[in-house]
């Protein structure tokens, strides 16, 4: 299934994956499609339902040039997913831009977004590798420590997948913008404020049977060096 | 402009604002609305483009019981929100939920998604408002001590406003919702590793004065005890 950057589809801009808006902040290197895409947890996924978008969080995972979406057979918006034109967004803010003037703050992030139609997978043993793919997503090395899922499981769950060829990808950062004039004139501080997700420590479930302990796969996320123990 | 929570107008589901998967997720209570609005930093806006759905990140603030957005005249995402039927969500991702088996893995988040039609703000002191709004989401405290916007400026920027009236809310928290025979077997670690974002401390602007030091609603924000200088 692993194939290398040069190996896969090139994007290809349509009109709707083409940026428009602050062109410099476009990418047109597929590698850095698939680093904001693995770096993101979840994705906001744009379905039609009755004529009018509606926007939806959502796990998903990618292989190749792959996106897996998945979800119960009785939702709506997957089932809507399936019958129309989709839109999906992974979006990463890194900080946020303070300039010497009101309209020039920002934010500085890496944002994907895909355009597309989603098509269901039904052979049984992609269904199962895409629902690896997006639980390997998540939780990164659980997979194999974990029950598979059951066929009762696995009848409830649609698994989509979308092809990575329309796809549009910006990013900005560094500092802000401000006017030569706003600059000269000095006295107001302009910088980028820097966010960014951590790990803190994993907490058992209630139910955790006492001498198990925490596995690598979930200890090694975490930076304990930055993270207090609550 | 501000209201307290009970004058708000409630939350008022219609089909596709009521929470059809997962309702024990579903949230009511209009003032869990605003906190997930208050505390996100972008939301995701979905637009009709020649018909189908297309997300983008964006940058919002929310008044009472209306959310801004806003953007360059000229831009085509903007004008189709104009033009048709939206969708806005807000997503924060609180933690990866560990399963005993692969289909319980979850994500705890609080997500708003809303739906209606944007109006575009086209009062000259209702703009300047809304700007602040958005502004102040971004970096609070920071609009009274910069430039005001320039009639260009205000010229060249679309301001939208949407109604928060028809919105749903969903909140999942807490461990894993395994089968009691996974539990029973046992052997397995099953908890939630929770994330959040955190500030890092602010990098002034390569063009900044020496002199002008990091106003404290700058490094108010940062919490300086969990936050290592880099």
Chains 1, 2 share one sequence.
Not at 23 to 35: G, H, N, T, V, Y
Not at 118 to 145: C, F, K, M, N, Y
């Amino acid at each position: 299934m692993t194939r290398s950057a040069d190996a896969r589809t090139p994007l290809s801009p349509t009109p709707r994956s083409t940026v428009t808006r602050s062109k410099e902040r476009a990418r047109s290197d597929r590698a850095e499609l698939d680093a904001v895409l693995d770096a993101g947890l979840i994705c906001h996924l744009g379905v039609l339902l009755g004529g009018a978008p509606v926007v939806l969080p959502t796990i998903y995972g990618r292989a190749g040039d792959t996106l897996y979406l998945h979800g119960s057979t009785g939702a709506g918006n997957l089932r809507a997913a399936m019958a129309g034109p989709i839109s999906v967004a992974v979006t990463l803010v890194d900080g946020i831009v303070y300039a010497r003037s009101a309209m020039h703050f920002s934010m500085n992030y890496r944002s994907a977004v895909v355009h597309g139609r989603a098509v269901e997978v039904t052979d049984p043993a992609q269904r199962v590798r895409a629902l690896e793919v997006i639980t390997e997503h998540a939780a990164p090395g659980a997979w194999s420590r974990v029950r598979p899922p059951s066929k009762k499981e696995l009848a409830a769950t649609m698994v989509l997948a979308l092809d990575l060829t329309e796809a549009s990808v910006k990013v900005r950062s560094g500092g802000p913008n401000d006017d030569a004039a706003d600059i000269e004139t000095g006295g107001v501080w302009a910088g980028v404020l820097p966010v960014r997700q951590v790990w803190d420590a994993p907490i058992g479930s209630a139910d955790l049977d006492p001498g198990v302990e925490v596995p690598s796969d979930v200890l090694d996320r975490t930076d304990r060096t930055l993270i207090p123990v609550r």
